[in-house]
């Protein structure tokens, strides 16, 4: 297999890349990515010298240099984890440049699917896309939940979903869809919760805390995810939807509370902001169609503790990528300011 990564650079995508190198060295990597300021090449840079990884800077949107790429390589699988990501800048940031890459970039993609004969594309994409779910109800998605998006980020999402189903059924392209629940572990930029509570308790800031914190999310392991990507790449099914998850539902509340004990840091640093925009109050994947594959998530609900804790620790121990992304997102604020 000659895989192109697209967004390898970035936190899940750094991950599934060091996940499919330890289970399959003898497989080409060829690590697509855009660098901006969420991708960071300091995320693989343990591996910069192994002879099957490749890395070539790019664009999603750019059909050209996509072709170029997947030329120079023969490549013969491609798997899409280039997006751009935050709910927050898709509200107060504006919207365009996620609908350029989240659905354009999809779309493009398939464009050279098709041109260069790949014999297989994962597109992986969130359950941001179906909506949410009512608090205290035993309701879960499913792959036939409707799509309805309630975030403009989820919205570009969909668009990108959405495309890849209409070229299935038009073209046959080789495609499957992801929706999966939200992912923790290493390497991941700190505007996402875990790591920015993270970042926060490390030094002794206020830990902000969204409207009552009681919205749920369902969390997965960053490699559990790699894993049952690895798993779709080669026993899915073209044309079909695939939600992953590991039935692990907390709310913000606990979570802030976990990382504060793990960290050894009191609970008055947590501090109650207005809630964002069209907050979403639950999330919840039924995956048992991946399951029935054979997936077996490492990282149970009942393992989630141990997760978390080992994900602290390596935060701690990279002290010098995390001062390189402090360093980053001061950049950013100045920028933005």
């Known amino acids: 297999m000659k895989l192109m990564v697209a967004g390898g650079a ?22 697509y990515d855009k660098l901006t300021y969420a991708g960071n090449l300091d995320n693989l840079k343990d ?11 790019g664009d999603i949107t750019d059909l050209v240099r996509i072709n170029e790429v997947m030329q120079k390589h023969q490549v013969t699988h491609l798997i899409n984890f280039a997006a751009e990501t935050h709910v927050d800048r898709s509200i107060h ?13 999809v779309q493009m993609l398939l464009d050279a699917v098709r041109a260069n004969k790949i014999e297989r594309m994962i597109n992986v994409s969130t359950d941001e896309v179906y909506g949410a779910l009512k608090l205290g109800e035993n309701t879960f998605f499913t792959e036939d939940t409707p799509i309805m998006p309630n975030m403009p980020y989820a919205a570009a999402k969909a668009g990108g979903d959405l495309m890849c189903h209409a070229y299935y ?11 999966c629940s939200n992912n923790y572990g290493p390497y991941q930029f700190p505007e996402k919760l875990i790591p920015f509570f993270i970042f926060k308790a490390m030094k002794d800031e206020p830990v902000p805390v969204y409207g009552d914190g009681l919205n749920v999310r369902d969390w997965i392991h960053a490699l559990d995810h790699s894993s049952a990507l690895d798993l779709l790449l080669h026993q899915g099914v ?54 029935k594959l054979g997936w077996k998530p490492k990282y149970t609900r009942d393992m989630f503790e141990t997760g978390l804790k080992e994900t602290v620790q390596w935060y701690l121990d990279n002290t010098e990528w995390v001062e390189k992304i402090r360093a980053r997102m001061s950049e950013i604020n100045q920028h933005i300011k």
């Open 10 to 31: 970035g936190f899940i995508g750094s991950n599934f890349i060091h996940y499919m190198l330890e289970s399959h060295p003898d497989y080409e990597i060829i690590n």
């Open 169 to 179: 059924v038009t073209h046959k392209t080789p495609v499957i869809v992801t929706h």
């Open 238 to 291: 073209d044309g079909e939807v695939y939600n992953i998850g590991v039935d692990n539902e907390r709310n913000n509340l606990e979570i802030t509370k976990m990382v504060l004990g793990i960290l050894g840091k009191p609970e008055s640093l947590m501090t109650y902001v207005a809630d964002r925009p069209g907050h979403d109050r639950r999330y919840a994947i039924d995956a048992s169609k991946i399951m």
């Open 93 to 105: 940031g504006g919207i365009k440049d996620f609908v350029l890459t989240n659905s354009l970039g």
């Open 47 to 57: 591996i910069e010298n192994n002879p099957h990884y490749h890395f070539e800077q």
